[in-house]
């Protein structure tokens, strides 16, 4: 009994860093502000205004993801709860990363919808010149690569990683049950 409950009181301390980390580089980030309802983001000519606990809660999964992550891969993933508690950190921390995807799509639609406006803009506005000049070559529009195109693919990659190592971690933890299985048997 006592074992239980100094493994859950361990258990819970590594939870409680992860938290304290949060809350200090959300402070270290936003400062004063970040103990807030809402969280304002400045981002060159946009200013988000986001409710603080999504991002806390976000940044709460990857901290413990990362700290438990290394924790048990330190212990050779041979604890059960412990990755449990890896396992389910690691499918928030892909939910999380498929939900800000979808928002940065959000982000790449607006932006090629407002290229095409202003695009449509220009080219109504602009002076009639006399004698028409049928012969002006228009050079063709330099296709370049979005930020947010970049984003997208590098959350596919994140997510792709965090897959691998959840896999890794079950390979391990199989392995580690199997080899204790061994050792008993033969006891």
């Known amino acids: 009994m006592m074992n239980k409950s100094k493994s859950f009181l361990t258990e819970f301390s590594w939870l409680l860093l992860s938290a304290l980390i949060t809350i200090l580089v959300l402070t270290l980030m936003f400062g004063k502000d970040a103990f807030q309802k809402n969280l304002g983001i400045d981002l060159h000519d946009t200013y988000f205004v986001t409710p603080s606990i999504p991002v806390y809660v976000t940044l709460f999964i990857i901290v413990g993801f990362i700290i438990y992550y290394i924790k048990e891969?330190?212990?050779k993933f041979s604890r059960k709860t412990q990755n449990l508690i890896t396992i389910i950190l690691g499918l928030l921390f892909l939910v999380s990363l498929t939900r800000i995807?979808?928002?940065v799509?959000?982000?790449?639609g607006m932006e090629a919808a407002y290229k095409s406006q202003s695009q449509n803009e220009s080219t109504a506005k602009g002076w009639k010149v006399y004698p028409s000049l049928p012969n002006l070559k228009i050079p063709a529009p330099q296709s370049t690569v979005s930020l947010y195109t970049i984003l997208e693919?590098?959350?596919?990659?994140?997510?792709v990683i965090i897959a691998s190592l959840l896999l890794k971690l079950g390979y391990n933890w199989g392995k580690s049950q199997r080899d204790k299985s061994v050792i008993?048997?033969?006891?």
């Open 73 to 75: 891969f330190r212990k």
């Open 101 to 103: 995807s979808q928002v």
């Open 105 to 108: 799509s959000s982000f790449k």
């Open 153 to 159: 693919y590098l959350m596919i990659l994140v997510q």
């Open 184 to 187: 008993l048997e033969r006891v």
